[in-house]
């Protein structure tokens, strides 16, 4: 199928390359339909692009690879709390990223992160509880273990590396 993407242009995707989120995302609840795009597919950082609103594209990074320490049974419990049945060992995890076009350092939403299971690409903003993490913690990708992209196949587009 073609979408339109106010950043990327004109883009073909798959069918299964298609992210759906039944409650769409914070702030976006009318916004069911996604899909992910990176520069390459080893790529932690990407693009959630909207399906049928053509200027909305989330930055987003693979949450293995930021360097912050993130509680992981808070996310799980978060987890099975969303609607797309999963555990999260069977889910690929990400956080958007802001970047300030003053220049200022780029922050990720971490008290928030997008869960996806991979299997049925059905996903979930989800929310953690009991935790300090906040909407805008410092963004840095971790430079002690190898950079490993999220889980999820995405759509690889050479219009991709001419972006702005």
């Not at 769409?24 to 992910?36: A, D, K, M, Y």
């Not at 008290?111 to 410092?138: F, S, Y």
């Amino acid at each position: 199928m073609k979408i339109e993407s106010g950043r990327f242009g004109t883009l073909v995707i798959k069918d299964d390359e298609v992210i759906t989120f039944p409650d769409g995302l914070i702030g976006f609840p009318e916004q069911h339909e996604f899909v992910l795009l990176r520069r390459t597919s080893s790529s932690p950082i990407g693009w959630l692009q909207s399906l049928t609103s053509p200027e909305l594209a989330l930055p987003v990074v693979s949450i293995e690879s930021v360097s912050n320490e993130i509680p992981v049974e808070q996310l799980a419990q978060a987890v099975t709390r969303t609607k797309i049945e999963a555990e999260l060992d069977d889910c690929a995890v990400m956080a958007v990223i802001y970047a300030s076009s003053t220049g200022g350092q780029a922050t990720v939403n971490l008290l928030a992160p997008i869960v996806v299971k991979v299997e049925t690409r059905r996903g979930a903003q989800v929310i953690m509880e009991d935790t300090n993490l906040t909407t805008c913690e410092l963004f840095t990708l971790n430079q002690h273990c190898p950079i490993r992209p999220t889980r999820i196949q995405s759509t690889s587009q050479a219009a991709l590396t001419a972006s702005p």
